[in-house]
């Protein structure tokens, strides 16, 4: 089968602030992703730029802070066979005009500052965003019974 992989998923404040936690969580769940970690939290200063460390040079990268810490996220761990690329198709593309309908960013939103969601976009990342927000080891390791269904293993 496809390789399991893991990701790093955020439902940002506008979504959470919108009351889209539920049908964007739908989504994923639908797709057959496990969710292996879950949390509502307060993103803090110091997390979010670590987080967004990439984008550290970039005009947007202060709102982009302010936005992120502003309000309480919900973030996520999701497994599954090449999850990675399957979780960032099912967001859309970072601008939510040029996202294809269907996709999360092209049915709830209009514009790039407000996106809804974040997922990481490689194995090495994802890695990295699951310690920064996952530190304390709270990542359940276990399988479902409709797994074998989902995946065919
Ligand atoms: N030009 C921009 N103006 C405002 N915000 C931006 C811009 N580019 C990116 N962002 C914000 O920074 C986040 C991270 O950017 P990026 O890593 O390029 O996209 P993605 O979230 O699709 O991985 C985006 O989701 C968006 O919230
Ligand atoms: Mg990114």
Same mark, same amino acid.
């Given at each position: 089968?496809? @390789?399991n992989?893991?990701?790093?998923v955020? !439902?940002k404040?506008? +979504?959470? @602030?919108?009351?889209l936690?539920?049908?964007i969580?739908?989504?994923?769940?639908q797709?057959? &992703?496990?969710i292996?970690? &879950?949390?509502l939290? &307060?993103i803090t200063?110091? !997390?979010?730029?670590?987080h967004?460390g990439?984008?550290k040079d970039?005009?947007?990268f202060?709102?982009?802070?302010?936005?992120?810490?502003?309000a309480?996220?919900?973030l996520?761990v999701l497994?599954?066979?090449e999850?990675?690329?399957?979780i960032r198709?099912?967001?859309?593309?970072?601008?939510p005009a040029q +996202?294809?309908?269907g996709t999360?960013r092209?049915?709830f939103?209009?514009?790039?500052?407000r996106?809804l969601v974040? +997922?990481?976009?490689?194995?090495e990342s994802? +890695?990295d965003?699951?310690?920064?927000?996952?530190?304390?080891g709270?990542?359940?390791d276990?399988?479902?019974a !409709?797994?074998?269904w989902i995946?065919g293993d």
């Amino acid at each position: 089968m496809a @390789q399991n992989e893991r990701s790093l998923v955020i !439902i940002k404040p506008d +979504a959470v @602030q919108r009351g889209l936690i539920g049908e964007i969580l739908a989504r994923y769940e639908q797709r057959g &992703l496990r969710i292996a970690a &879950l949390k509502l939290e &307060l993103i803090t200063r110091e !997390i979010a730029e670590r987080h967004y460390g990439e984008h550290k040079d970039k005009p947007f990268f202060a709102g982009l802070v302010e936005f992120i810490t502003s309000a309480p996220s919900v973030l996520m761990v999701l497994e599954g066979p090449e999850a990675i690329r399957i979780i960032r198709d099912t967001n859309g593309d970072t601008k939510p005009a040029q +996202a294809l309908p269907g996709t999360i960013r092209a049915d709830f939103g209009l514009t790039i500052d407000r996106n809804l969601v974040h +997922a990481s976009d490689s194995i090495e990342s994802a +890695a990295d965003e699951v310690a920064n927000f996952f530190g304390d080891g709270s990542i359940i390791d276990y399988t479902r019974a !409709i797994d074998s269904w989902i995946n065919g293993d």
